[in-house]
């Protein structure tokens, strides 16, 4: 067995050590060349890059309303465990991958800006925080590394190299080594390089101004010997990192005063100045501004329609010609993938601004809404609101799911279709059957819609009433959609982005709406707990499939008490036909369906029982709910005095609740509560 200090140097040696000498390669020109030749990936472009990653992380296909849909699982956010995941966005985040994919191919997208356009808390920054982490995270990995230079042993005074001290000076724009080949033979020599391959790989640039006077004083100093300045450089691996600004960018427009074009391209170091002699030696200058630093990789603007006009010239040739203008220099090349983000009300005002014309043109604008699957909207709160995270606090069932709800039904455009309310429209849109709906319809009830998406309420409102419900209600172990629901409507009174009173109005009716559907949510909830007599479920299931079978083959059902023969119960078979809304003109159709579909499970060898239907299921459920509501007598729950028969009763729905439902103690009585008070009105629906 290894001693503590093996184990250590073992740790050292086959993680430390092998992790440090790749991430920290270092080698010759000639070097570099022997990786570019055994891995040509090394050369894609920032596009080319992003896409790979992006796609690294694998796709997953489905259907959706009958259109094929690609779920790609880096959204997911596989790197921090979901942190920062993008829901129910599949539709609009495939139209921001087909722009990503034309661009990696140089069909022309990678000379646009790609505007991510939608209302205040719809992820597109997260989607841009997104991109940005996963490009860092990809330059680590082997199938992502990409490389750079540095000029070594360079003479500080060319005027006299043999006594000038000499220095170390990286490529400040962290350039592809291979910008050292000159343009005009770059093709000739990747085809001699990679063969057949090369077709696949293009390196457009010209060295950086800095990169460029050292290499033209080397070319000098060395009589035009190229291989000569060729032993002045040392390629090493290039990691991009956000934090330490290399290959990553990001860019904040500030007050209009205080901005300043050479925040976007660098500046003239004043002190380097005297070391130089002169402010246009590309040594004495910083090429620290947020395009240089996010060269061979990403950058984002925030609010990017914010923007001052004279940034958006310097965006224009960064998009269109991949190049800005430091000042003193010429242009200087760039590759990085350009990403935006901008509310409605600054991409109006492009709109309406003839001189942005030419911003429009270079901009491919793409639509990032609300969500509109109330199934992907809950996803969202329960990252964050759940009863693992939540200490000392439960969540009742359905609370995070009414909010959901709510929040679903504010960016709904309401339906042409007189007969569908927009409850159900939000049912059908979550992939629910409603009978007389296909997916078809579906379809075209997304297709007549305007601006569905683009208004309503942002997800972080509900956010912070979710957290405001469950710090007020500090002295109650329980949190339930009453009190959210409550926080959400009061909070419309100081809604700094909703100044229309009608439209608030709008959202108040739909607090009522989601209410109501909370109610029978939990009504029916209570019903199948108190229903939930497996054994008294299956005796009345035998005792209808008996009559059924009876009366679609025209014979009788033996009594087993009296020994008898006798008709069908015709009473029994429709009082439990009419829980599911079967007419009396429909019954025989549907007792053939049932005793079809008994035959056809039999063929397969396959076994019908009580769930194998349902419809039926659901009718038997609120029969044996109205037979047994009765003896239960939940509405003595409101009333101070209740027998003990009923009590034991009550204990066990109760338990029913906790146990088939995710309910807590507090949450249940609650509940049943609730459902009593519905009773002691006489509410309860059948």
Same mark, same amino acid.
């Given at each position: ?33 022997? $990786? ?9 472009? %920032? ?25 790609? #699982? ?19 985040? &495939? ?31 997260? +989607? ?26 360079? /003479? ?63 070319? !000098? ?35 209009? @005063? ?45 609010? &990017?329609? !914010? ?22 220099? /010429? ?24 001189? &942005? ?13 609300? +969500? ?7 996803? +969202? ?13 439960? $969540?009742?069932?359905?609370? +995070?799911?009414?909010?959901? &709800? ?28 409603? /009978? ?21 309420? %942002? ?21 339930? /959609? ?32 989601? #209410? ?62 009419? !829980?599911?809304?079967?007419?009396? %003109? ?20 396959? @076994? ?14 609120? @029969? ?8 239960? #007598? ?9 027998? @003990? ?42």
């Amino acid at each position: 067995m290894a001693n503590a200090s093996q184990l250590l140097d073992n740790i050292q040696e086959n993680y430390f050590n092998k992790e440090f000498r790749a991430l920290n390669w270092v080698g010759s020109f000639e070097d570099y060349l022997a $990786i570019v030749k055994k891995n040509p990936a090394v050369l894609r472009t %920032s596009y080319q890059r992003l896409y790979d990653m992006i796609l690294s992380y694998g796709t997953e296909d489905y259907e959706d309303s009958r259109k094929k849909m690609t779920h790609y #699982k880096f959204f997911d956010d596989p790197l921090e465990n979901g942190k920062d995941a993008i829901y129910g966005l599949d539709a609009y985040l &495939m139209k921001l991958m087909n722009s990503v994919k034309s661009a990696a191919l140089r069909y022309g997208t990678e000379k646009r800006v790609l505007l991510l356009h939608g209302p205040v808390g719809s992820s597109k920054s997260t +989607i841009a925080r997104l991109m940005k982490k996963g490009i860092e995270a990809y330059s680590l990995r082997e199938e992502g590394a990409l490389y750079t230079y540095e000029w070594v042993d360079v /003479p500080k005074f060319f005027d006299d190299p043999e006594n000038s001290p000499k220095e170390t000076i990286p490529c400040p724009m962290n350039e592809e080594p291979l910008h050292l080949i000159p343009s005009a033979v770059r093709r000739d020599f990747l085809k001699d390089l990679l063969g057949e391959e090369s077709i696949n790989y293009q390196i457009d640039g010209m060295l950086c101004p800095s990169c460029r006077q050292i290499y033209t004083e080397l070319f !000098k100093l060395y009589s035009g010997d190229w291989r000569k300045v060729l032993k002045h450089i040392r390629v090493k691996r290039l990691l991009l990192s956000e934090k330490d600004r290399v290959g990553i960018g990001t860019f904040q427009p500030k007050d209009e @005063k205080n901005q300043d074009s050479t925040e976007l391209t660098g500046d003239i170091n004043y002190r380097k100045i005297a070391e130089y002699g002169s402010d246009s030696d590309p040594r004495a200058f910083n090429f620290d501004g947020e395009f240089n630093v996010a060269n061979r990789g990403i950058i984002e603007f925030i609010e &990017m329609l !914010k923007l001052d006009v004279a940034f958006l010239y310097d965006l224009l040739s960064a998009s269109q010609e991949h190049k800005i203008k430091p000042k003193k220099f /010429p242009q200087t090349d760039i590759d990085e993938v350009i990403i935006g983000h901008t509310n409605e009300p600054e991409y109006r005002k492009l709109q309406n601004n003839e001189f &942005m014309e030419a911003l429009r043109d270079r901009t491919v604008k793409i639509d990032i809404p609300y +969500i509109t699957k109330l199934n992907e909207e809950i996803k +969202i709160y329960k990252k964050d609101y759940n009863n693992e995270k939540i200490r000392g606090k439960f $969540i009742a069932p359905h609370t +995070i799911e009414m909010a959901a &709800m709510w929040a679903v039904l504010t960016r709904l455009e309401e339906p042409k279709k007189a007969n569908l309310t927009l409850v159900q429209k939000l049912k059908l849109y979550d992939g629910k059957l409603i /009978p007389g709906y296909t997916e078809d319809n579906v379809r075209e009830l997304r297709k007549e819609t305007v601006r569905e998406g683009l208004e309503g309420i %942002s997800p972080r409102y509900v956010q912070d009433k979710i957290s405001n419900a469950i710090v007020k209600y500090a002295d109650e172990s329980t949190v339930n /959609p009453f009190m959210v629901l409550n926080e959400l409507e009061s909070g419309l009174n100081h809604h700094s982005l909703i100044t229309n009173e009608e439209l608030k109005k709008r959202y108040r009716e739909l607090i009522q709406v989601v #209410k109501k559907e909370y109610t029978e949510v939990v009504k029916n909830e209570v019903q199948r707990a108190i229903s939930a007599d497996e054994e008294g479920i299956k005796r009345l299931f035998a005792n209808y499939i008996d009559n059924v079978k009876a009366y679609v083959q025209k014979e009788k059902v033996k009594n087993k008490y009296t020994g008898e023969d006798e008709e069908p119960n015709e009473k029994l078979m429709r009082s439990i036909e009419e !829980k599911i809304d079967i007419p009396e %003109s429909r019954k025989e159709d549907f007792r053939r369906e049932i005793m079809n579909y008994i035959g056809a499970l039999s063929l397969e060898g396959k @076994k019908f029982d009580w769930k194998s239907n349902d419809r039926l299921a659901k009718a038997l459920e609120l @029969k044996l709910f109205e037979d047994q509501k009765d003896s239960i #007598k939940l509405s003595s729950l409101v009333s101070s005095v209740m027998d @003990k028969e009923t009590q034991e009763k009550i204990e066990i729905v109760k338990t029913r609740l906790i146990k088939d439902f995710g309910y807590n103690e507090a949450s249940a009585i609650d509940v049943l509560n609730y459902v009593a008070s519905i009773f002691a009105r006489g509410d309860i629906q059948e």
